[in-house]
């Protein structure tokens, strides 16, 4: 029994022993990772933040009826160029019963102040005149008649406020029962952006207490601005007067310049993120044309260094603050070096210090070429 267990674990250790023989036999035929080495080199960085936004007018007229009512006709359509005094709209007008009442009660009222204005003014003249035949007698005293006459002199002043109360309250009611011209007519000239209203549409008269319905919307489509967003971490960057470029989703394959006007004080919150609006003027080439509400995206050059030392990020390793590379001393041997790095715009990055253009740099790994057997090997298996 024993003599079987004996041979039993001798077999167990050979297959053991031959199992960790062939193991490390493998494994020592295995190549060693091999790096492809790299040299510095120059080039121009140019480090850039991207604005979304969109194209509008810098200047937008809404053109608003001076008379409620229903629209009689248009004469324009959207697209459409105008000058300033066109015939847009006629409105047909409505009358407005409350408005009328109001306006024939006030003037009553009117009418009544100066009709009492001037009863009290005659009842004033009838005594001064019967007091002045007794001052002439030396009836009364000077300061008692002059009570009489300064009395007048205020009833008289009294009944010229009412006369003319009610002569502005009847040029205000006929004003507003007709006395407007029901016509719409463009104040700027431009382009109809749009005519968010049809024949046959009520409107309603700006006024102190209301905007009014927008028969037309005019532009100067000459005058375009950029307007965008850009995040709290850029915006200290940008300074007014750089120059945008300016990439139009509409427009395929062409970059409109534009120029950098205007820098928001003040940011605002969008999902948790602070961003700062932003304005630039569209500089329009003689035959170029943009539409109002375009998307566009603007690149802004927030720096740029010409004929620099650089590498690809990709080669450099960060820890923290820190940056370094692996310098070949041997072949295949490499040493960390601290290096200072500056711009980067995502494939290249400058160096600063740490680094001669001389100097040969640990790459990516370079892949091997599996052994003739392997490739063989892999096509008996496939």
């Known amino acids: 029994m024993k003599k079987v267990m004996y041979i039993a674990s001798a077999v167990l250790f050979v297959a053991i022993s031959g199992w960790l023989i062939n193991y490390f036999y493998q494994k020592s035929k295995k190549n060693p990772t091999i790096y492809v080495v790299e040299k510095p080199f120059s080039t121009t960085i140019i480090k850039k933040t991207v604005a979304t936004g969109s194209i509008t007018p810098r200047k937008e007229v809404q053109v608003k009826p001076s008379v409620s009512g229903v629209i009689e006709a248009l004469y324009v359509e959207a697209g459409q160029p105008v000058k300033a005094g066109q015939l847009i709209a006629k409105v047909k007008l409505v009358p407005n019963l409350d408005g009328l009442n109001r306006d024939q009660l006030t003037l009553n009222t009117a009418q009544n102040n100066l009709e009492t204005a001037r009863i009290n003014y005659q009842n004033s003249l009838i005594e001064f005149e019967r007091n002045k035949k007794l001052y002439d007698q030396k009836v009364i005293s000077h300061q008692e008649f002059v009570r009489f006459e300064t009395d007048l002199n205020v009833r008289k002043e009294a009944l010229n406020a009412a006369q003319r109360n009610l002569g502005l309250t009847q040029q205000g009611a006929v004003q507003r029962s007709g006395g407007v011209s029901n016509d719409v007519y463009s104040t700027v000239d431009g382009i109809i952006l749009d005519v968010p209203v049809k024949v046959g549409s009520s409107v309603i008269e700006r006024s102190n207490f209301n905007e009014g319905t927008t028969i037309a919307a005019i532009a100067d489509m000459n005058s375009l601005v950029f307007e965008g967003k850009i995040d709290e971490s850029e915006v200290g960057k940008l ?144």
């Not at 500089?283 to 690149?299: I, M, V």
């Not at 001389?358 to 892999?378: C, H, L, T, Y």
């Open 239 to 382: 300074k007014e007067g750089m120059v945008l470029d300016l990439q139009v989703g509409a427009v395929e394959g062409k970059t409109f310049k534009a120029e950098l006007e205007y820098i928001s004080p003040k940011g605002v919150n969008e999902e948790g993120a602070i961003k700062f609006n932003i304005r630039a003027k569209i500089l329009l080439k003689e035959g170029d044309y943009l539409r109002a509400g375009y998307s566009a995206n603007a690149d802004i050059v927030l720096e740029k260094k010409e004929n620099i030392l650089a590498l690809k990020e990709s080669w450099v390793e960060f820890k923290g603050d820190t940056a370094y590379v692996y310098i070949e001393k041997e072949p295949q041997v490499f040493t960390k070096k601290i290096v200072k790095t500056g711009i980067s715009d995502g494939i290249n990055i400058e160096i600063v210090s740490g680094v001669e253009k001389s100097a040969k740099i640990r790459g990516q790994e370079k892949k091997n070429e599996p052994k003739p057997e392997e490739k063989e090997k892999e096509k008996k298996q496939s």
